[in-house]
């Protein structure tokens, strides 16, 4: 099995490279509107967002940054298969502009932009991020009423172009069932509060980007991409930045194409990727380790699960999880100037290291067990830019 990414640096308002009905999944965070950080890169796309801060036009400036990013969205809903899915995260901003304090709900802007555009919108992600910020308190400290209630979240907004997706042929079924996640993780992953997936470290080593990431945690992406793609799907990021989403997508056997405006991410991206093997194959380790340790515990609360796995020699809590595959990673090669092709372990039963195989997989599990597998958190110490802090939060 092989997957493809591409990285196109341009601005992604206009995407005809890529085909009407092509993406199945595209999951992004774009820059947030009235957001300080972002009035320099929304003025360099329209220079009448620069003209409306310098008027202190809130509303205006906070519009004209919002008509930028719907011709994304138009893009994004063109370029979606029917029945693809779009994850959106975005952050409210508050800001004090003209010597007004407002809010500008940017969340509430997008929605309402792509239910215009077509899409039917799914319940929301709530992403409660964690703030250790000691002066987080706005306004007139304890005094009512001109203290403000402080944003702590960010939304993954998750709409879908049409309705459910088909999967109508024998391989494609098949596909779906070895895409499945664990009983386990869909109770945690499918609820609409996430907590506990940290932000990203925002140091990075390159002066050309600094300040510049915003990367969302690997975490973030790696659910989405499990909870609404199937493994050969392309995902798409619209706004690329340090390439959380292709790493996110090859850890999960799945293509992706980034498209990022600012070029000078290139050496950031190409770096990131150089610890992704590992990487992902420590995480399919973890969750198999997470398994494993959920059977053993519902077992003895419970009594034994009733479904043996088809593949790995552990038992599972239903019928849809016991043929889903994790795929190890084997190799991760650059093909051309913006490209990559990941290969993986051909036979899906050379996954994992912790997994027992099944009596007739007796051979193959001395040499399994040969095989250096490195921890989660050996992994975050090596490749600290991947930033896996959350990890063990996470699974
Ligand atoms: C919030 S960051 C995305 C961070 C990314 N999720 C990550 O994990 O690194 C937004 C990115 O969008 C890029 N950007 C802004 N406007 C763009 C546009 N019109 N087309 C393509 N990329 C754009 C910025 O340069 C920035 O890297």
């Known amino acids: 099995m092989e997957t493809n990414h591409k990285i196109l640096f341009q601005n992604a308002n206009n995407l005809h490279q890529i085909k009407d009905n092509s993406i199945a999944l595209m999951i992004t965070s774009p820059p ?28 205006n400036a906070f519009e004209l940054m919002n008509q ?11 370029v979606l298969i029917p029945g693809g899915i779009a994850c959106i995260n975005i952050g409210d901003a508050t800001r004090t502009i003209g010597g007004n304090f407002q809010l500008f709900s940017s969340s509430t802007r997008i929605m309402n932009h792509c ?55 024998p391989h ?16 945690i992953w499918f609820t609409d509060i996430w907590e506990g997936l940290n932000g990203v470290i925002q140091k990075l080593n390159d002066e050309k980007i600094r300040g510049r990431s915003a990367a969302y945690p690997f975490e973030l992406a790696y659910r989405l991409i499990n909870m609404f793609s199937v493994k050969g799907d392309t995902v798409l990021d619209p706004y690329f930045g340090t390439g959380t989403t292709m790493l996110s997508a090859m850890a999960s056997a799945r293509n992706s194409i980034g498209v990022e405006i600012d070029s000078n991410f290139k050496d950031t991206i190409i770096d990131r990727t150089k610890a992704i093997i590992d990487y992902a194959n420590a ?59 990941v290969n993986y372990a051909s036979n ?13 997989e007796s051979n193959r599990e001395t040499s399994i067990n040969k095989r250096e597998f490195l921890e989660v958190s050996q992994i975050e110490q090596k490749a600290g830019r991947l930033n896996a802090s959350s990890l063990h939060n996470f699974f």
């Not at 320099?40 to 509303?59: C, R, V």
């Not at 003895?300 to 595959?325: C, W």
Request: proline fraction near 3%; aromatic fraction near 10%.
């Open 348 to 360: 899906s039963k050379e996954v994992n290291g912790s997994v027992t195989m099944s009596s007739r």
């Open 115 to 169: 239910l215009k555009a077509g899409f039917n919108a799914l319940p929301k992600i709530l992403w409660k991020k964690t703030t250790n910020a000691p002066n987080k308190f706005m306004g007139s400290g304890m005094l009512p009423p001109g203290a403000y209630v402080t944003l702590e979240h960010e939304y993954i907004l998750i709409l879908r172009k049409g309705g459910k997706r088909e999967f109508t042929k």
């Open 32 to 59: 947030y509107p009235m957001i300080e950080m972002w009035d320099g890169m929304f003025s360099e796309q329209n220079s009448e967002i620069k003209e409306a801060l310098n008027n202190k036009d809130g509303s």
């Open 283 to 341: 995480i399919n380790k973890k969750r198999i380790q997470q398994h494993l340790e959920f059977v053993k515990k519902r077992e003895a609360e419970k009594g034994p699960l009733k479904y043996n796995h088809e593949k790995y020699d552990f038992k599972v809590m239903t019928r849809q999880d016991n043929s889903l595959i994790l795929h190890d990673l084997v190799s991760c090669e650059q093909t051309s100037d913006n490209e990559f092709k």
């Open 172 to 187: 494609e079924k098949k596909n779906r069932q070895e895409s499945a996640f664990f009983w386990e993780e869909r109770n």
């Open 68 to 78: 930028e990013l719907d011709k994304v969205w138009n893009e994004v809903y063109r």
